[in-house]
């Protein structure tokens, strides 16, 4: 039997650079996938606060608005006669 001659690992830049961009591409991979879930959930909740309140009712509802009234208290008026799930999302 041969013995091969060991072989030296060159431990240069290279090295150095693989390890600095390992933990820092760990961090970008994790920052990128809370950043993926974290745009679902809100993507989520925002479409289920848009859907009517109860899409088979064909019942017509009539709702005074008072003249000047300003978005977030037509909001709360919508919200009170049970029109609208979110009044921040209105």
């Known amino acids: 039997m041969t013995k091969k001659p060991p072989t030296t690992q060159r431990k240069g830049s290279s ?17 990128a996938v809370l950043l993926f879930l974290s745009t679902a959930i809100l993507g989520i909740y925002v479409y289920q606060s848009l859907q009517p309140v109860d899409p088979h009712s064909e019942q017509v509802v009539e709702v005074e608005i008072p003249e ?3 978005g977030r208290e037509i909001a709360s008026i919508l ?7 979110n009044e921040d999302i209105f």
């Open 15 to 31: 090295h150095i650079l693989l390890t600095f961009i390992h933990p820092f591409a760990n961090k970008l991979v994790l920052a």
């Open 79 to 85: 919200k009170e006669q049970q029109l609208i799930k």
């Open 68 to 70: 000047g009234a300003s």
